[in-house]
Every structure is written in structure tokens, then in C-alpha cells.
């Protein structure tokens, strides 16, 4: 990234006086990029302009400010079209692809075998312990004493 400013800077030095300018705001695009586009920040935690402004503060030389429209166009950009590795893409096409795949699959496994002996054990299991915890339960609550004793009856519990 360093030598990207340095180089950045050589033809456009009317638009950053300092290759340290070009890699802080490098940086930032990068983490913008992450922040808007990574399904694991949650829409309410995620940058908005004002903050991208605010976090690029003083990063002009001797602590200067870039034009907020300049950080905007920036963030609008970046906003509407996420940028990604071309690796990646073809990874996560590759993924989807073979995930569509094994479950179109599997579905018609299912349909011309039906489910396996195992898996229908387990389910039978499964409902088997759901109806005696329903069974416990309803006769824990008919169990109960009335009225003033109700407090008694939870302290036991």
C-alpha cells in the first residue's frame, strides 16, 4: 500500500500533498469496503458518511481536512458496488454452485429412497422424548397446590 501511495501521489499531487494521505485514505476505503459489505456487521453497527467523514479527519498533511464531498463520492461508490477479489468471486460461484448441487442431490435421494432406517429411528426418538416431556410437564402443572400454597410449590421446584 505504501508504494501505491508514493505512486499515486507522483501524477495527482493536486489531489493528495502526501503519499501518507493516499495510504490512510487507502486504508479506510479498504475497512469501508469491509464494514458496508460484511454479512457479519449487523445494518444498524455499520458505517455511515457522517462517520467515514469523521474518521478521515486530519489526514491531509500538517493535519488537514479533505473536501466531505470527496469522502461522499467515496462512500456512495463504494456503497453501491463493493469491491472483491476475483478469486473470491469465482470461489463463492464454485460454493454455491456445489452447495445447489448436493441439496438438489439429496432431495432426490430422498424422494426415490425415502429416509433411511436410522433416520427414522431418530425422529421417532426425538418425538417419543418431546411427548414425555409434555407428559411430565402437564402432570407437574395439574400437580400443583391452589392458592396460598403456590409459593411453597415453586420454592420445592
Not at 46 to 75: C, H, K, P
Not at 126 to 141: G, V
Request: glycine share 4%; with cysteine.
Amino acid at each position: 500500500m505504501e508504494k501505491f501511495a508514493e505512486l499515486y501521489t507522483r501524477p495527482k499531487g493536486d489531489v493528495f500533498a502526501s503519499a501518507d494521505t493516499a495510504f490512510i485514505l487507502a486504508f479506510s476505503v479498504i475497512m469501508l469496503n469491509t464494514d458496508l459489505h460484511n454479512p457479519s456487521i449487523k445494518p444498524e453497527k455499520r458505517m455511515t458518511v457522517e462517520s467515514f467523514i469523521r474518521n478521515n479527519r486530519g489526514i491531509s498533511v500538517d493535519g488537514g481536512d479533505l473536501l466531505d464531498a470527496f469522502f461522499e463520492s467515496f462512500f456512495r461508490r463504494i456503497e453501491s458496488k463493493p469491491f472483491t477479489l476475483k478469486e473470491d468471486d469465482d470461489a463463492r460461484e464454485k460454493a454455491k454452485k456445489v452447495s445447489m448441487r448436493d441439496t438438489f442431490f439429496a432431495l432426490q435421494e430422498r424422494k426415490f429412497f425415502g429416509t433411511s432406517a436410522e433416520e427414522q429411528k431418530r425422529e421417532k426418538f426425538k418425538k417419543e422424548q418431546q411427548e414425555d416431556i409434555m407428559s411430565a410437564s402437564e402432570q407437574l402443572f395439574k400437580s400443583r397446590p391452589k392458592g396460598r400454597d403456590k409459593m411453597a410449590w415453586v420454592c420445592v421446584i
